[in-house]
């Protein structure tokens, strides 16, 4: 079964940067969704970065885009948050989790978010708090 756990969480101001890492256990990334979601005072899960794989395309939420990107390092056992010019809003647990039915794979090779309901696996989250 797979494993996933995060690490990289802290606190930090507003502007600041953080990378988080999600790291498989027993297993490599091959040709799976990837996904990192977070949970703040909203209460709902919230996707905000999705990468495939196989083919490194991504996806992100529109409120990261251009501040936050998500990458896998070169052997295949990690999945990074790498996130930029963070903002008060962004803070909130941080998880990550897979979809290896590849649900998240789009059309002409692209890629979307994917649905929170198609990811398994979850890690126990990481936390994220950005201070004004």
């Known amino acids: 079964r797979a494993q996933l756990m995060e690490s990289g969480g802290g606190s930090g101001q507003a502007g600041g940067s953080l990378r988080l890492s999600c790291t498989a256990s027993?297993?490599?990334?091959?040709?799976?969704?990837v996904g990192w979601f977070r949970q703040g005072p909203w209460k709902y899960r919230e996707g905000v970065a999705t990468?495939?794989?196989?083919?490194?395309?991504?996806a992100y939420v529109d409120s990261v885009k251009g501040r936050f990107t998500i990458a896998q390092d070169s052997d295949k056992s990690t999945v990074y948050l790498q996130m930029n010019s963070l903002k008060p809003e962004d803070t909130g647990m941080y998880f990550c989790?897979?979809?290896?039915?590849?649900?998240?794979?789009?059309?002409?090779?692209?890629?979307?978010?994917?649905?929170?309901?198609?990811?398994?696996?979850w890690g126990q989250g990481t936390q994220v708090t950005v201070s004004s």
């Open positions: 989790a897979i979809d290896r039915a590849r649900r998240c794979r789009g059309e002409y090779g692209g890629v979307y978010l994917g649905r929170t309901a198609d990811f398994g696996s």
């Open positions: 027993g297993f490599t990334y091959t040709s799976d969704c």
């Open positions: 990468i495939y794989t196989l083919t490194d395309r991504t």
